[in-house]
């Protein structure tokens, strides 16, 4: 994850990012409270409105293969290009052109993806 790191630091780099109930919800669990407060404090977040990426969600149920459309629903309103992430449904989703049509970050061998414009 060096990659990444070096990204959000010396590249302008920034995590898209909203407060649903369920991203509440998961980055509690995964125990990242805390640095997502950090990110926010560092202006490394692209903070979506969560209105715009629950609607968005309501839109795909159903639709993707994943279980996971609040992610699906917050790259489309965000206009991300690049997930990290290891989950092969959601990769699926997330290549699907009539959805996000984005590429997916999974080890330091496809850092040529974080661009400074990865996170407008």
Sequence with gaps: MQPLWNWLENKNGKIAYTNTRKFDEEWERGGVTDLI???????KLKEIPAPDVQEKENELRGKIV???????ALAIVADVTVL????????????????VGGKVYQNKKHARLLTKDTCP
């Design 66 to 72: 994943s279980d996971d459309p609040h992610i699906i």
């Design 84 to 99: 990290v992430s290891s989950d092969q449904a959601l990769h699926r989703d997330f290549k699907n052109r009539n959805l």
């Design 37 to 43: 407060k950090l990110l926010k404090q560092a202006e």
